[in-house]
C-alpha cells in the first residue's frame, strides 16, 4: 500500500515561520491529492485538496504545491502557529471512481513559541 | 462540512468477546465506505472498503472473518471485530466521499482489549 511517501518524519518550526512538508506518488493514476491534520485521538479532519489539472491551491495560510510531471507534491504552512501541532498525512486516491485514500506515513510537526 | 460519525468514541473489552463499531455519514448517502486502523505513531492503513448491499471488499492481510464489515444502508456501516485479542487493540477510523467527492474521516473508535 506504500504508495505514497512523505518527508520529514518530524518538523520543528518557530512560530511565524514556514512548514515544508514534500509528499511523492508512485500511480499515474491518481487524481485527487488531499492533506490531512490529526490531532493526538481524532480521526484526520481534511485540510486541503488539489487535482493534478493545477499546480497550486491556497486555502488562508495552507498552500499546496503540485507538479505532476515529478510526480510530487508539497504543503506550506504560512506563518506556524502553536496550534498547528499536529500530524499531517498526505494523501492521494483515484476520486473519479471514489476509490480508496491512499495515506503517507505522516509528518509530526511541533511549532514552538 | 460533511460529516462523518462514529460510535463508540473509546471501548474496553475482554479478550474473547465481539466489539461492534458504527459508522454514520450524516448529512450524505455514502454507497461506499473505507475502514482504516491506526496504531499508535503510525499512518492510516487501509482494512477493507465496505460496499452498500454487496460484500465488503478486504486489502491483503486483513482476516475477513475476524473483521466483518456490513454496508446495510447508504448511511451506515459497520465493523464487528470478532474474538478479539489485546493485538487488535487499535484505532479505528472509517471514511466516506461525499457527492463532491471529498474523503471525510470519522473521529475515530479506540479499542482496547484487556
Known amino acids: 500500500q506504500q504508495q505514497v511517501k512523505q518527508s520529514p518524519q518530524s518538523l520543528i518550526v518557530q512560530k511565524g515561520g514556514i512548514s515544508i512538508i514534500n509528499c511523492a506518488y508512485e500511480?499515474?493514476?491518481?487524481?485527487?491529492f488531499p492533506w490531512y491534520q490529526q490531532f493526538p485521538g481524532k480521526g484526520p479532519a481534511l485540510l486541503i485538496a488539489?487535482?493534478?489539472?493545477?499546480s497550486e491551491k491556497k486555502e488562508g495560510r495552507f498552500t499546496i504545491s503540485f507538479n505532476k510531471s515529478a510526480k510530487q507534491f508539497s504543503l506550506h504552512i504560512m506563518d506556524s502557529q502553536p496550534g498547528d501541532s499536529a500530524t499531517y498525512f498526505c494523501?492521494?486516491?483515484?476520486?473519479?471512481?471514489?476509490?480508496?485514500?491512499?495515506f503517507g506515513p505522516g509528518t509530526s510537526l511541533s511549532v514552538i513559541p | 462540512g460533511a460529516v462523518v460519525s462514529q460510535h463508540p468514541s473509546w471501548v474496553i473489552c475482554k479478550s474473547g468477546t465481539s466489539v461492534k463499531i458504527e459508522c454514520r455519514s450524516l448529512?450524505?448517502?455514502?454507497?461506499?465506505m473505507f475502514w482504516y486502523r491506526q496504531f499508535p505513531k503510525q499512518s492510516l492503513m487501509l482494512m477493507a472498503t465496505?460496499?452498500?448491499?454487496?460484500?465488503?471488499?478486504?486489502e491483503q492481510g486483513v482476516e475477513k472473518d475476524k473483521f466483518l464489515i456490513n454496508h446495510a444502508s447508504l448511511t451506515l456501516s459497520t465493523l464487528t471485530v470478532t474474538s478479539a485479542h489485546p493485538e487488535d487493540s487499535s484505532f479505528y477510523i472509517c471514511?466516506?466521499?461525499?457527492?463532491?467527492?471529498?474523503?471525510?474521516f470519522g473521529q475515530g473508535t479506540r479499542l482496547t482489549v484487556v
Open positions: 494523501a492521494a486516491s483515484k476520486k473519479t471512481s471514489y476509490d480508496k485514500v491512499i
Open positions: 471514511s466516506a466521499f461525499t457527492l463532491h467527492t471529498e474523503a471525510f
Open positions: 448529512d450524505f448517502q455514502a454507497t461506499t
Open positions: 465496505s460496499n452498500e448491499g454487496s460484500k465488503a471488499t478486504y
Open positions: 488539489i487535482r493534478p489539472d493545477v
Open positions: 500511480n499515474t493514476a491518481f487524481d485527487y
